[in-house]
């Protein structure tokens, strides 16, 4: 009895991306003003190139209120804005998914606006990440607290130019300082090399004419030296 074996083919699929986590996080607190518009600012970080199938989701919980509800979501390319919420005429969506980006625009805003929005974002595989919150404050002026806090993070900022500023200058004016000290340096030892060279080019002519000079009178001496020798020798 004969057996047949019937020949067995092996598919061997690529293994399944693995998910890793995404980070979202959103801006600080903001404040704004009755009747003007305020972005509300989120991003991802994610280890993996932005996905065309990249999600952004929206919602928003009133101050004073346990539930949340949907005012925006962006998928397959195009943004959504929720057609009965709140903002269904003032929410317009200013992002840019290339970027990691899913900033929304709210205008003309209201005090009923007050409260806490939620951004969420999925980076196909990644997305296992915790959704990222951010509050609104609206204000029919802006608040003492609010001001004192924009003014100290403007005089920060300010302050921090400014020490900058003079850290380049007086870096300038030490490397100037340093490269005029050694032009100066150079030029004294060069004159003090020439002024070497001249004494000894002065005293050189003044030697020999001393030495010619002793010369001449010991020649003189030697002469009447003879000359008193002859004068004895004709006496005699």
């Given at each position: 009895?004969s057996s047949v074996s019937s020949p067995v083919s092996l598919v061997?699929?690529?293994?399944?991306?693995?998910?890793?986590?995404?980070?979202?996080?959103?801006?600080?607190?903001?404040?704004?003003?009755?009747?003007?518009?305020?972005?509300?600012?989120?991003?991802?970080?994610?280890?993996?190139?932005?996905?065309?199938?990249?999600?952004?989701?929206?919602?928003?919980?009133?101050?004073?209120?346990?539930?949340?509800?949907?005012?925006?979501?962006?998928?397959?390319?195009?943004?959504?804005v929720d057609n009965k919420g709140p903002f269904r005429d003032r929410?317009?969506?200013?992002?840019?998914?290339?970027?990691?980006?899913?900033?929304?625009?709210?205008?003309?805003?209201?005090?009923?606006?007050?409260?806490?929005?939620?951004?969420?974002?999925?980076?196909?595989?990644?997305?296992?990440?915790?959704?990222?919150?951010?509050?609104?404050?609206?204000?029919?002026?802006?608040?003492?607290?609010?001001?004192?806090?924009?003014?100290?993070?403007?005089?920060?900022?300010?302050?921090?130019?400014?020490?900058?500023?003079?850290?380049?200058?007086?870096?300038?004016?030490?490397?100037?300082?340093?490269?005029?000290?050694?032009?100066?340096?150079?030029?004294?030892?060069?004159?003090?090399?020439?002024?070497?060279?001249?004494?000894?080019?002065?005293?050189?002519?003044?030697?020999?004419?001393t030495l010619d000079q002793s010369s001449k009178l010991l020649k003189?001496?030697?002469?009447?030296?003879?000359?008193?020798?002859?004068?004895?020798?004709?006496?005699?």
């Amino acid at each position: 009895m004969s057996s047949v074996s019937s020949p067995v083919s092996l598919v061997l699929l690529p293994p399944a991306p693995q998910s890793e986590a995404i980070v979202i996080y959103t801006g600080w607190d903001r404040h704004a003003l009755v009747g003007s518009e305020v972005r509300l600012y989120c991003s991802f970080f994610s280890w993996r190139w932005t996905s065309e199938d990249v999600t952004f989701s929206w919602s928003y919980r009133p101050d004073g209120s346990r539930d949340s509800i949907s005012i925006f979501h962006y998928t397959g390319g195009m943004p959504y804005v929720d057609n009965k919420g709140p903002f269904r005429d003032r929410l317009e969506f200013i992002g840019n998914p290339r970027r990691r980006d899913g900033s929304i625009l709210i205008r003309n805003l209201d005090y009923s606006d007050n409260g806490t929005f939620t951004c969420d974002a999925k980076n196909p595989p990644d997305i296992v990440g915790r959704p990222s919150n951010v509050r609104l404050l609206v204000y029919d002026k802006v608040p003492v607290r609010a001001g004192v806090i924009t003014g100290a993070i403007i005089g920060s900022v300010l302050g921090l130019l400014i020490l900058v500023v003079a850290i380049y200058y007086l870096m300038r004016f030490l490397v100037a300082r340093r490269v005029f000290n050694l032009s100066v340096s150079k030029l004294e030892k060069g004159k003090k090399g020439k002024g070497k060279e001249g004494s000894q080019q002065r005293q050189g002519p003044v030697l020999y004419a001393t030495l010619d000079q002793s010369s001449k009178l010991l020649k003189g001496v030697g002469s009447e030296k003879k000359k008193s020798g002859d004068s004895r020798k004709d006496k005699k």
